[in-house]
């Protein structure tokens, strides 16, 4: 069974290790089967793509390429800083939140 990611969609993160150290963004998309996450404007390719009916110019494209997501550290919205992320059950029954391990505030 694969574990849940600790990061969602539109969470700002921070980007640890790597060419794009330092760098954040908002993920765009998520892979959990791959582990792996789309930031905006972090990590760009060159894709090169022959012309079509849509873009006759063909050419060279850029755009953003999956990350790894131990690469990742998410920022929180509360204390602002670079955080890991802890999970905390809410009442009796298996609901369970993201916490930040700084501020020990909810984070969803």
Known sequence: ?????????????TVISGKDRGKSGKVLKIFPKKDKAIVEKVNFVKRHTRPTQKMPQGGILEKEAPLALSKLKLICNKCNAVTRISFKRIGDNDKFVRVCTKCKEMID
């Open 1 to 13: 069974m694969q574990a849940k990611p600790k990061l969602h969609k539109n969470d700002v993160v």
